[in-house]
């Protein structure tokens, strides 16, 4: 079945300690998102790419970053976690910007 | 800019009894309507969505949804509910120009036996 994966599902660093989620998918789809959703939230939007090109939140720390290497695969980057950024992190996918997302199971991070 | 507003954050019902999660948006521009659920620990699953059309869209699951666009709504409603049913749901909007999704709050479906 054509899906989105995300690794590993759950995720502890140690505070300062550089981390990176990953996600791929078999949907072919053109454009990736990476969501923060923390506790009794809705999933807050921090940078999608559209086939290569790079889109960042405004409001979206320094602290992340991401790649996508290729059209299945993108990468969540966080330089130095801080306890504020213990969350639940969402990897969707849409055929294109006017389309549905789909979404990964996501991968929720501790940060000690 | 667009904004989603979720008008409960938790709504209780017994089994098989109807249920309605309300959602009003806000926007300038035309979008496109989206019903999420998630369960514990997981991601968001796409429920229904109105593009264009009829206003009233349909999941394969019993839940519907109906497009008011002098209310500014996009109501979700289910006859019956079922235990299965318990979990929180999303309402979003998508700008019809960047086909990014602003949700609400989200409403927790809390379904009592």
């Known amino acids: 079945d054509a899906m989105v994966i995300q690794n590993p599902r759950y995720q502890v660093t140690q505070f300062g300690k550089p981390v990176t989620l990953s996600c791929s998918q078999t949907?072919?789809?053109?454009?990736m998102y990476w969501y923060q959703q923390k506790s009794s939230q809705a999933p807050k939007l921090l940078f999608h790419?559209?086939?290569?090109?790079?889109?960042n939140e405004a409001d979206t720390p320094d602290n992340f970053q991401s790649r996508r290497p290729n059209t299945s695969f993108c990468f969540l980057d966080i330089r130095s976690p801080g306890l504020g950024d213990a969350a639940m992190y969402l990897c969707?996918?849409?055929?294109?910007?006017?389309?549905?997302?789909?979404f990964g199971p996501g991968t929720r991070l501790t940060v000690l | 800019a667009q904004s989603v507003t979720q008008l409960d954050s938790q709504v209780p019902v017994f089994e098989e009894a109807p249920v309605e999660l309300r959602c009003n948006y806000s926007?300038?521009?035309?979008?496109?309507l989206f019903w999420y659920v998630q369960y514990p620990n997981q991601g968001l699953q796409l429920l229904l969505k109105?593009?264009?059309?009829?206003?009233l869209v349909e999941s394969i699951n019993g839940f519907e949804a109906e497009f008011n666009k002098s209310q500014t709504s996009f109501h979700l409603r289910k006859p019956s509910v079922h235990i299965s049913d318990t979990a929180e749901y999303f309402c979003?909007?998508?700008?019809?120009?960047?086909?990014?999704?602003?949700f609400g709050q989200g409403t927790t479906l809390q379904v009592k036996p």
């Open positions: 109105y593009l264009s059309g009829s206003t």
């Open positions: 979003a909007v998508s700008d019809q120009r960047t086909g990014k999704l602003i």
């Open positions: 969707a996918t849409s055929r294109d910007q006017l389309d549905g997302q789909f």
């Open positions: 926007s300038s521009v035309s979008v496109y």
């Open positions: 949907l072919n789809h053109n454009v």
């Open positions: 790419y559209y086939d290569k090109d790079f889109n």
